[in-house]
């Protein structure tokens, strides 16, 4: 790691200040990507600002039934927070399904939106990398890409984006609030992970020293029947192959709501809006299930040894509403 | 709704000041002592422990929070020290495996570990019951599914882990309730 | 009369461990310590051009910045010897650092060392090289039309090529033919302490090194010969070691570049390696192909086994694990031919894996079996006793023990395996059950030199017991605690052992599986020869309640002498050494391991028996549970073997499910180079196993019958996995790790 100065905010404004004011500083939260990479020379910042003492670690209910997450919540407080739990089970299983528990006592719900690819070329600076050092190429197009993503990747990048939380957040057009000198915003969830494209450095729709100061979970009904599917090599403590997170309302026997989205093989939280759309009002088997699953998988594109994440993925997304089929059904 | 802990927003006298990247002297709160060492900002506090406090019992495994084997209590809760920079912890409580048992009397999990054969090699050991502790305290020991997720965040590479579960089992069915906030 | 042998004793150094007092060799105060950072080379193959360490040098804190140029030639290369022979072990038979020469990704080509890890590790990133670029082998698929048939392998001690019989004939002749290929992704150990040396000069001759080892001894002399200097001048300590599994148990360069760059600086330099560079510094299982040809009668009888092997190696030396050797033997075939083939590519030289070679071997020959059993339609187990051998296949001696039948047996009434049910006749769910199961066999492995334990005995009852082994998890120090307190017929409170230094009774690394056996049978000696010097000098004292007896009629109970026949006449150790003016009495044990071939064929062997749920959508693979049997000889501490060969049984699993180094031919670098890439079993892997051993007795291994449980676990897992897949599934499983993609 090369040598950092430090310095600790206790109030928003300081903080977003401070890194604004510096284009080689960046916050400090969790710690858990940040130290991670600057131990192996991926990200250099020169100085780290302190975040952990800012007032953005609550939960807080939203006028009209939804619950505002802050930035600074830790993953293990927020899967155990019994509202969320009731109102979008699919979060609290994201979460829980996510790291170890030591990193989720560590790591925030800011950071793990913000948290960067597992692509072993992004971590090894001495490969090419478009999305660390844009413009010398990507070593996992024909690399060991057995990881990596089939959905939303371009010739330039093809690494899956990490997080769990962030697959069940999409599927709940949840809300970014984030403040900057300029001000603070909104950003719908979509938004706020941007496609490789011919830019892989740039993975969100932030200006340097703009903080991701809380994310806005909408009333939604429908997630109350939500849940989160992870499959994966390990039994635990890895990334995701494939995951999908399903909410989903069935009323004699056709879906009247549906909300899915898919992770593990995608560069950012798919949402699975090809899917959805096909499955809105169709009957809830199997054959729907499979049609859309088919569909969503359909622009899908493989790199050599990921080639069986495109089954994986369309298996996994049929497992996981014929579950959810199977609960409505029962209750 | 609650906050995540009331500890995490106690400011410290020096916040807004600028330190580093040089030796800065750092006062940290480790086992209910108060240490100061001084060191770079970038030291993270498995460094610091082992090297400058000569606390060698947290262990280094990976260095890149894949093993757990760094697994100590900051404020009660078990965080990995490698992937936290020993300056952040200023004004937190640091817990390690050197700050567990009461004098020569082992705590219980220790006892377990070493009753129900839990490791061989001993060097993902502490960390293992550093978590063991705080997965009782949090009441994540319900059955053996629970167990085996909630202590998957620690790698034993002599593979004791069925061991491991049983001494968790112990001291759960023997009440010893392991406190993690001391 | 034992006691303490076989008792389910807690670890000795349990209670350090589990309050972190154990100094692990990075941890080991030293006044005065420097950090040592290597640097590695990022190319596969081609020499460095240009060096500037200019940056480096300035940076702060830095003390030295070591490359080719500056660091100095070592005086002798030891030759690749495997650590079991007790001599000099040097992880291969090249030494970086030496000239500007590039052979593989992860070379040593820099050594920092500064004040503080942190300063080292920097300076280290910021030496600029720039290297020549040549065309590098790092996979077989790049190489195989240049492989080549090694006269020897393994450092030399097994042949390249064997075979007895006339297998085309016999192949021609088969009523059935199973003919198969398996490939093996590499694996490595990854011991969760990374191997750690701390150097410390206290005089130009005159050093001292805290390394994590296998072998304390052969760390010694593999130094002496690289370092130019007498064993005498070099001190190896081992308190504890935190896993090895092969990655310690030979000698590679650490240990000698942090003497180097300690004698440059003047101070002590303590060099960690990091979790990336286990990957490229210390061996691997290397990646392989196996073919397997059996032919065998319609009843089953097997009358020919073909096994070749096609493995990369280093530029540097002829390595292959013995995958051939207990295949060779594990089942009665009169026709048999074993080839290794070797390319060469652009690696460090592989090393020893737990269970080296049968890990892979009996993966092939076990799932080439159930593959027979199917085509002959009869029970996997039954063909196993059709063609169980009575005495060993290769040289027609009968086993010095077996117990394998037992061990089917007893794994049968465990597993529940004859109440099974039909192959894919099973489903919960979305899981497809199935069952299957192995063989486990793996060779008694003796010292070739004497192996030397010390006792003393003081003079109030107590007995410090000694010899260089060092502790890695195997639970030595706590079996010779339990020998040796036999030995001397007192309580193992009254005991210490000490091992862990070079400074001790010299005994071969602990590796193959014969560690506790080579140290237990040295203690054994020492203790009891001490045992009998008291009881010579009771009865050769007049004031002995013992004069005059027969020594033979003695023994020693609770520390006290008596006559086997009047337990009332006697006297303890205590009373006779201080009525004698003795402080204390010493005794150095030596025992001489019998010759290789001793008219016996010696393996130890066992039964694995696993049950699999597969995903039928996913593919996804999980072990519900598994039973293994093994007859190990004399177990000597119940608890800790049982450990040794659950947690074996559980590297099996990882062998089987999980564990995969993927190479990037392009980078000539392995890809998943850290923990969180390179997969092992976590605890939601690990299902609850059966570990159950089955008692032989065995008088020709060595003097207490043990055979060793530190690998037998491991072997037939994979295979017995492999075969409850195919069970569940009916899909075959020709390649390791079996990955869900296979399955779907």
């Given at each position: ?229 992870k499959i994966r090599d390990r039994e635990s403590y890895e990334f995701a192959l ?90 | ?111 377990a570990f070493l009753d129900c054969d839990a490791f061989q090699c001993g060097y ?59 | ?569 006697g006297e303890t150790y205590a009373d006779l050494m201080h009525r004698t003016f ?163």
């Amino acid at each position: 790691m090369r040598p950092v100065s430090y310095s600790r905010a206790t109030d928003v404004a300081t903080a977003i200040g401070a890194v604004s004011a510096d284009p080689q500083s960046a916050f400090l939260a969790g710690g858990t990507t940040q130290v991670d990479l600057l131990r192996i020379y991926v990200e250099q910042p020169r100085r780290l600002v302190d975040i952990n003492d800012l007032p953005l670690n609550r939960i807080e209910e939203l006028p009209g039934g939804g619950l505002r997450l802050g930035g600074l919540a830790r993953m293990s407080d927020v899967a155990e927070e019994p509202e969320l739990v009731r109102r979008y089970p699919m979060v609290a299983e994201a979460l829980l399904l996510g790291a170890s528990p030591q990193l989720r006592n560590m790591a925030t719900i800011a950071g793990n939106l913000m948290q960067r690819v597992r692509c072993s070329y992004f971590r090894d600076v001495a490969a090419g990398c478009n999305k660390r050092a844009p413009g010398t190429g990507c070593s996992a197009l024909d690399g060991i890409n057995r990881g990596h993503a089939v959905l939303g990747t371009s010739d330039c990048c093809i690494a899956t984006h990490p997080s769990d939380l962030g697959v069940a957040l999409v599927a709940l057009d949840a809300v970014v609030q984030t403040e900057s000198p300029a001000g603070q915003r909104s950003i719908p969830i979509d938004d706020f992970f941007l496609l490789p494209g011919q830019t892989p450095e740039r993975e969100h729709p932030l200006t340097h020293g703009e903080l991701v100061t809380g994310i806005d979970l909408p009333p939604t009904p429908v997630a109350a029947t939500s849940r989160y599917i992870k499959i994966r090599d390990r039994e635990s403590y890895e990334f995701a192959l494939a995951s999908v997170a399903v909410a989903m309302s069935v009323a004699d026997g056709r879906i009247t709501e549906i909300r899915l989205a898919l992770g593990g093989v995608a560069t950012k939280p798919w949402r699975a809006r090809q899917a959805e759309r096909l499955l809105d009002g169709a009957p809830a088997t199997t054959e729907s299930f499979t049609r859309a699953a088919e569909a969503e998988l359909a622009p899908a594109v493989p790199h050599g040894m990921n080639a069986f994440k495109i089954e994986l993925a369309r298996r996994t997304m049929v497992r996981a509403l014929e579950s959810m089929a199977q609960r409505e059904g029962t209750t | 709704m609650k906050s995540y802990r009331a500890l995490r927003t106690a400011p410290s006298p020096d916040h807004a000041v600028v330190r580093g990247p040089g030796e800065v002297e750092v006062h940290l709160q480790v086992n209910g002592e108060s240490r100061r060492t001084t060191i770079e900002p970038r030291v993270s506090l498995l460094d610091a422990l082992r090297d400058r406090l000569e606390l060698t019992g947290t262990k280094k495994g990976c260095n890149q929070g894949a093993c757990g084997a760094c697994t100590v209590w900051v404020d009660g809760r078990p965080v990995l020290s490698c992937l936290t920079l020993a300056i952040t912890c200023e004004n937190r409580e640091v817990t390690t495996i050197e700050g567990l048992s009461d004098g020569d009397t082992l705590h219980p999990m220790q006892q377990a570990f070493l009753d129900c054969d839990a490791f061989q090699c001993g060097y993902c050991t502490p960390g293992q019951i550093m978590s063991a502790v705080a997965l009782l305290a949090e009441g994540h020991a319900g059955d053996d599914t629970e167990i085996r997720e909630w202590m998957s965040g620690n790698i034993c590479r002599c593979a004791a882990y069925p061991h491991i579960r049983a001494a968790v089992r112990r001291v759960r069915d023997e009440g010893g309730r392991g406190d993690a906030s001391r | 009369m034992s006691t303490a042998i076989g008792a389910s004793l807690n670890r000795v150094d349990g209670r350090f461990k589990v309050r972190g007092e154990s100094r692990y060799s990075a941890e080991v105060p030293v006044p005065n310590l420097t950090h040592a950072v290597v640097v590695n080379a990022k190319i596969a193959s081609g020499r460095i051009v240009a060096i500037d360490t200019s940056e480096a040098e300035r940076a702060d804190g830095v003390l030295a910045v070591l490359t080719h140029r500056d660091l100095g030639r070592v005086a002798t290369v030891p030759k690749l010897l495997p650590s079991l022979a007790g001599l000099a072990a040097s992880g291969q038979t090249f030494f970086p650092m030496q000239d500007e020469t590039i052979h593989y990704a992860g070379q040593p080509v820099a050594i920092v060392v500064a004040d503080t890890i942190e300063r080292a590790d920097h300076a280290g990133t910021l030496i600029r090289f720039e290297y020549a670029t040549t065309p590098a082998t790092t996979l077989l698929d790049q190489a195989r039309d240049q492989a080549y048939v090694p006269e020897r392998i393994f450092g030399g001690l097994l042949p390249g090529h064997a075979s007895r019989g006339d297998v085309a004939k016999a192949l021609a002749d088969a009523d059935v033919c199973v003919d198969a290929t398996y490939r093996f992704a590499p694996n490595h150990h990854n011991p969760i302490e990374p191997s750690a040396s701390t150097a410390v000069w206290e005089d130009v001759d005159r050093l001292t090194v805290y390394d994590s080892t296998q072998g304390p001894n052969s760390v010694q002399f593999t130094l002496a010969e690289l370092l130019g200097l007498s064993p005498i001048s070099i001190r190896v300590v081992s308190h504890a070691v935190g896993g090895s599994f092969g990655s310690k148990a030979m000698v590679w360069h650490h240990p000698a570049l942090a003497a180097l760059a300690a004698r440059h600086v003047g101070r002590p330099v303590r060099l960690v390696l990091t979790r990336e560079q286990m990957f490229t510094s210390c061996g691997h299982r290397e990646e392989q192909e196996q073919q397997i040809t059996l032919a065998a009668r319609s009843d089953g009888r097997i009358t020919a086994l073909r096994h070749h092997k096609l493995s990369l190696t280093s530029p540097f030396d002829d390595w292959a694990e013995p995958s051939l050797q207990s295949p060779s033997v594990a089942y009665t075939s009169p026709n048999y031919e074993g080839i290794y083939h070797l390319v060469r590519g652009n690696t460090i030289t592989p090393t020893f894996t737990r269970a080296p070679g049968e890990a892979t071997g009996m993966f092939a020959l076990e799932c080439a079996m159930d593959e027979l059993a199917e085509r002959i339609g009869i029970d996997p187990l039954e063909l196993r006793l059709r063609n169980y051998s009575a005495t060993d296949p290769e040289s027609g001696k009968p086993w010095s023990s077996s117990g394998l039948t037992e061990c089917y047996q007893r794994a049968a009434e465990l597993f529940g395996w004859h109440d099974r049910p039909p192959p894919r006749s099973r489903r919960e769910g979305q899981w497809l059950i199935g069952t299957g199961m192995a063989s486990a066999l793996y060779p008694v492995t003796q010292p070739v030199n004497p192996q030397r334990a010390r006792a003393r005995l003081y003079n109030d009852g107590t007995a410090v017991v000694e010899a260089g082994v060092s502790e890695f998890g195997t639970g030595v120090f706590t079996a010779m605690t339990q020998v040796a307190a036999d030995g001397l017929g007192i309580p193992v409170e009254r005991v210490r052992f000490v091992g862990g230094s070079s400074d001790l009774p010299n005994v071969t690394a602990a590796v193959g599986s014969a560690g506790t056996s080579a140290v237990g049978s040295a203690v054994h000696l020492a203790t009891t020869q001490l045992r009998d010097e008291l009881i010579r000098r009771a009865v050769a004292d007049d004031h002995s309640p013992l004069r005059g007896a027969d020594p033979a009629a003695v023994q020693v109970r609770d520390g006290k002498m008596v006559l086997r026949d009047r337990p009332d006449v006697g006297e303890t150790y205590a009373d006779l050494m201080h009525r004698t003016f003795a402080p204390d009495v010493e005794v150095l044990g030596t025992w001489n391991p019998p010759p290789q071939d001793a008219g016996y064929g010696v393996h130890t062997f066992g039964a694995q028996m696993a049950e699999v749920a597969v995903d039928a959508d996913l593919g996804v693979v999980r072990v519900r549970r598994m039973v293994g049997v093994f007859a190990p000889g004399r177990v000597l501490n119940r608890k800790t073997a049982h450990s040794q060969l659950m947690g074996g049984m559980l590297w099996g699993l990882g062998q089987a499910l999980l564990e995969a180094t993927r190479m990037d031919p392009r980078l000539g670098r392995w890809a998943n180079a850290s923990l969180g890439d390179y997969l092992v079993p976590v605890n939601a892997d690990a299902p609850d196993v059966v570990v159950d051993t089955i008692e032989v007795h065995d008088e020709v291994v060595n003097p207490l019958g043990m055979k060793g449980v530190g690998e037998i676990g491991v072997v037939g897992v994979a295979a017995a996995i492999a075969n409850a897949v195919y069970d569940a599934t009916g899909r075959r499983q020709y390649e390791l790790p079996i990955t869900l993609e296979k399955l779907l």
